[in-house]
C-alpha cells in the first residue's frame, strides 16, 4: 500500500559507530544500508571474522547482517508505535560484532514515523442531555480523538456537519491537546425535536491523511419546576436476623406533579456502606427494598437506610428507613479454651487444675444463657468459677501407661427454643513419671554358640521393654561383674547396651567349658534409674576340631610295637585291640576303625566300632611270618578328621624262631622307641640270695610255655591316659579294662617285643611307675631268669645290657611321645635263657 521509500543517512564518529534513519514497517529483507561499505570493512572477511549483530538484553534482533553483500536488512516487523509509544524519538541500538581480530561497532537506527494509524474516538456513541431551557452559548465539552502516529501525522483539525443549533470550538490546550466543544448557536425546542444527530470528524495530517468519526446524539429535556414528595418521612420496620433472602422490607412511595419525563420517579439509596449495599436492594422504579444478604442481630440491633427519589431533571427528595433487627436464637454457644496445663503428669494428684475455658454465647437474654457438661468417664470434671470460667480438674490418678492422653469433650448448650450446643475437644497427654522398671521378654534366655567361633561374633540378643516414655523408657543393657572360672565375665562375653545383641569375647572350647551362665541387666535413664536382670545360659556346641587319639597302639611313627600271633590261630580270633579315644563328644566322638594297609589284605579285619583286631581265617604255612597294618580311625563329625597307627603282627609260636625280627623293626619303624631297664643296684649284702632266687626262676621257666590267650583283649589303666581322658568310666570312648605283660629276653636286641595276655583279675595300679633316669647298666651274662614283678627302672639308650653275668633285654612300650616326661606303666617280666 506504501511505496517503498526511505533515506538512508549515515553519520560515522570518532569511535567507528555509525547510525541510519528507517521508516516503520518496512517488509523483512528491506535493504537498510551497506554497513560493510559503511565502516569500511572487507565483504568478503565477515563470515571468517564471524560478523553477527548482538542485542542489548533479551530484546528482539530487529536487524540482521548480509554476510555476502555486507547489508543490514531488515530481520523483524519494526513497529514504532509498539518499540516507542508516542515518544517523539525512537531509536534501535545494537552492536557489530566481529572476531579474529575481535572489533565491535555501535549502531543506531532511528525509527521514522509513517501515518498507518488512524484517528479514534474513545466511544463510538456519544450521548449528551441538554434541557430545552439551555441559553443560547452553552457550551457541552466532548472527548477529543486519539492518534497513535506523532508529529504531522498526528491529529490536525476537527468538523462537524452543518446543522442548525451546534457551532463546533477546537482550541489548543497547554500540553498540546485539543479542546472541543459544541456551542449552543440556536435553543432548543424539546415539543419541536426530542433529539439531534450530529457526526464529529477528526483528521489527521498525514499523506495520504486519515480520519476518523463519532456519532453524537443530542436528547432534549423536559424543563423541570417541581420535586418528588414521599408519602412518609421516615419508614419504621420490624425484621427478624436471618430472614430469607428476596424478603421484602419495605416499599417506599413518592410523586412528582410534573408531567411527563419531569414527573417520572426513581429512588435510590443515599450514601451506604458497602456492607449495606451488599444486604439491602432498592427497586429504583417500584421503590420496593428487598433483602440480598443476611442481617445479623449481633453484628447491628438497628438500620437506618437513606432514600432518595428524583424526577426526570434531577430534582430530589430524601426519607429514611428505620429496621429494628429482632433476635433469634442464631448462635451456638462457644467454648474457648484460655488456658491448659500440657502435659498433666501422671503422679497429679486428684483434684489438681489441668486448664481453664471460658464458654460464650452471642445471643442475648435466655439464647445467651449458657451450661456446660463434660462426658463421662474420664478422670476430670468442670467445676464453675467466675462469670462463664470453669475449671477443669482432676477425679483421680492419672497412669500413663494404662492410657497416655485423653481426648475430652465439652458441651455447651444455650437456653433458646430450640437450644443450640456447641462441643469443644480437649487433648490432654500425660507426663511419663520413672515409675516401671524394663521387663525381659522371656523369663531366661539360652544361647547356643559354636567352639571355635571367631571373637566378637553375636551369640543372641537380648530385650526389655520398659512402658515409660523417652529417656524413663529407654533401656540400656549391660553385664553383672561376676567370676567365671576364675576370670571375669568380661572376658567372656560383651553386651551391645543399645541394641542388648551379646558377643563373644573370646573363642570358646567346647572341652574346656562346656556351659555358663551370666546375668544381664537392663537399666532405664530414668531419675532415678529403675533397672531388673535376667539370666542368659550359654551352651557351648561341640565341633569337630580333635582328631581320634591313639591310646594303643602308639599312633605310627611315635614307637614300634609288634604282637605275636601263634600259628594255630583260628577264623575270628582276637590278635590285639586298637584303643582310641576322642576329645569331642556326641557324634563326633563316634570313632570307627578301618585297615587301610596290610601285608595280606584278607588275612586279618578290624571291628568297625569295637577296634578289635581279628584273623578272617585260620592262618596257614603259606601266610608271610611278618605281617604289617596300617589302621586308620576316624570320627563321625562333619568334616571327618582321622589318625592313624602301625602295628606289626609276627605269626610264630617262639621268639627263637624270629631271629630277624631286629632288621624287620628298624626296616618297619622309622621312630622306635627304645628301653633300657636298669636294675637297681643289688646291696652286696644279699647278692648270693638274689643269685639263687634267678637260676630256680629260669628253671621253671623252661618247663613252661608263654601263654596266649587270643579271645582276651588289651586295656589301659586310667593313669596311663592322657589328662583329657581321665574320665573312662563310661564318659569317653574307652569302654574295657585291659593290662599288659612285658617280656625280657637274652636273645632279643629291640625292646619292644610283646606278648598279649589277658588279666580279668588283677590289672596294674596306677602307682607303679617306670621312671627315666639316666645311670647306664652294663651288659649281664647268664643263664636267663624270668621275674614277675612290678618295680622302677631307669631308661638309657640301650636295650640290651648285663648285670651280674645276665644278659636282660626289656620288652614293653611308653604310650607318650616324649622320653623325658614320660611315666610308664607295665609287668615287668625278667628271663635267663
Known sequence: MFCLLFFVLMAHTANGDVSYSFPEEMKRGSVIGNIAKDLGLDVNRLSSRKARIDTEGNRKRYCDINLNTGELIVAERIDREGLCNERISCALNFELVLEHPLAMHRVTIQIQDINDNTPAFPKDVIKLEISENAVKGARFRVNEAHDADIGSNGVESYTIENNDHFLLSVSTKADGGKNIELVLEKEL???????????????????????????????????????????????????????????????????????????????????????????????????????????????????ELPIQAKDGQGLASHSSVLIDVIDVNDNAPMVILKYVNIPVPENALPGTEVGVINVQDRDSENNGQVRCSIQQNVPFKLVPSIKKYYSLVTTGELDRELLSDYNITITATDEGSPPLSSTKNIHLTVADVNDNPPVFQEQSYRAHVQENNKPGSSICSVSATDPDWRQNGTVVYSLLSSDLSGSPVSSFLSINGDT?????????????????????????????PLSSNVTVSVFITDENDNSPQILYPSPEGNSFLTEMVPKAAQARSLVSKVIAVDADSGQNAWLSYHIIKATDPGLFTIGVHSGEIRTQRDISESDNMKQNLIVSVRDNGQPSLSATCALYLVISDNLAE??????????????KLTFYLIIALVSVSTFFLTFIIIILAVRFCRRRKPRLLFDGAVAIPSAYLPPNYADVEGAGTLRSTYNYDAYLTTGSRTSDFKFVRSYNE??????????????????????????NDSFQVGLTKKNNFNIMGLQITFIGNILSNDLRNANILASISLSVL
Not at 572341652?511 to 544381664?520: G, H, I, R, W
Open 658 to 671: 624270629v631271629p630277624e625280627l631286629k632288621d624287620m623293626s628298624r626296616d618297619e619303624s622309622s621312630s
Open 762 to 787: 588283677d590289672t596294674l595300679t596306677t602307682d607303679l611307675t617306670l621312671k627315666k633316669t639316666q645311670s647306664a647298666v652294663d651288659d649281664l651274662e647268664g643263664l636267663g631268669v624270668e621275674m
Open 500 to 528: 542388648g545383641v551379646i558377643h563373644a569375647v573370646r573363642s570358646f572350647d567346647y572341652e574346656q567349658l562346656k556351659s555358663f551362665k551370666v546375668l544381664v541387666m537392663a537399666r532405664d535413664n530414668g531419675s532415678p
Open 189 to 303: 425546542d424539546r415539543e419541536q425535536q426530542k433529539q439531534l444527530r450530529l457526526i464529529l470528524t477528526a483528521v489527521d495530517g498525514g499523506t495520504p491523511p486519515r480520519s476518523g468519526t463519532v456519532a453524537i446524539h443530542v436528547t432534549v429535556l423536559d424543563a423541570n419546576d417541581n420535586a418528588p414528595v414521599f408519602s412518609q418521612a421516615v419508614y419504621k420496620v420490624s425484621l427478624p436476623e436471618n430472614s430469607p433472602l428476596d424478603t421484602v422490607v419495605v416499599t417506599v412511595s413518592a410523586t412528582d406533579a410534573d408531567e411527563g419525563q419531569n414527573g417520572e420517579v426513581t429512588y435510590e439509596f443515599g450514601h451506604l456502606s458497602e456492607r449495606l449495599l451488599e444486604i439491602f436492594s432498592l427497586n429504583s422504579l417500584s421503590g420496593e427494598i428487598k433483602l440480598t444478604g443476611l442481617i445479623d442481630y449481633e453484628d447491628v440491633s438497628s438500620i
